[in-house]
């Protein structure tokens, strides 16, 4: 069984361009949810999908958004780039709602210079 | 909204000793506790988890014990070989009304030597 892709791994851009990242979740799993990684704030949760609704939002500037497809497929999208987006995003996919088992993904390591 | 501190924050080992990692959360109301390894280069991968109805899990070498009146839970890795060595993160959650939003704690760099 496949588990969750994002795509692409790795991405250079320059600060005011936007970037889009995706993710495919594992073959079943509904649920997706989308987490920062940096060495200075460690793992913070940006927004979860469900049924093509978000669901959860976490606190993060309005410069960051999301979409989930029919197919459970997911984007996510972060316009006017700052230094401080540079991180690694995480896609985690899980079953349903309401059961906390999150199955991440490798991750889009994304560079803002 | 949910705290959890996580301790130490680096741990070294001598391979075939016991790593401990012990983590607290503020909110009262988190029912749900996974633990993930993260290794270089990879995402998180969630390794054991237990629930706020359980005082103890365990999975082979790994085992996770819950203390929910002082609202703390910790990790005990037993019998520890080099493959363990990466970082752990705790997490807790409501699940029952809020979503799988996770709140993570700030991780434990392990490293098991020789």
């Known amino acids: 069984k496949a588990g969750v892709t994002q795509t692409p791994r790795y991405l250079i851009k320059t600060r005011g361009q936007q970037v889009t990242l995706s993710c495919s979740p594992i073959s079943g799993h509904r649920s997706v949810s989308w987490y920062q990684q940096t060495p200075g704030q460690g793992l913070q949760f940006l927004f979860e999908?469900?049924?093509?609704?978000?669901?959860n939002k976490g606190n993060f500037p309005g410069r960051f958004s999301g979409r989930q497809f029919s197919n459970s497929r997911s984007e996510m999208n972060v316009s006017t780039l700052e230094l401080g987006d540079s991180a690694l995003y995480l896609c985690?996919?899980?079953?349903?709602?309401?059961?906390?088992?999150?199955?991440f993904g490798e991750g889009s390591r994304l560079t803002v210079l | 909204g949910e705290n959890v501190e996580q301790h130490p924050s680096t741990l070294s080992v001598q391979e075939g000793d016991s790593a401990v990692i012990k983590c607290t959360y503020s909110d009262s109301a988190s029912n749900y506790f996974p633990w993930y390894k993260q290794e270089l280069g990879k995402g998180p991968q969630l390794i054991i988890d237990i629930r706020s109805n359980v005082g103890e899990k365990k999975d082979q070498r790994i085992a996770v014990t819950l203390n929910k009146t002082a609202k703390h839970f910790s990790l005990h890795i037993t019998e520890t070989q080099p493959e363990d060595s990466a970082v752990y993160f705790c997490a807790a959650s409501e699940v029952t009304g809020g979503g799988n939003k996770l709140t993570f704690g700030t991780g434990t760099q392990l490293k098991v030597e020789l």
């Open positions: 985690a996919s899980s079953r349903r709602l309401n059961t906390g088992e999150l199955f």
């Open positions: 999908y469900f049924s093509e609704t978000q669901r």
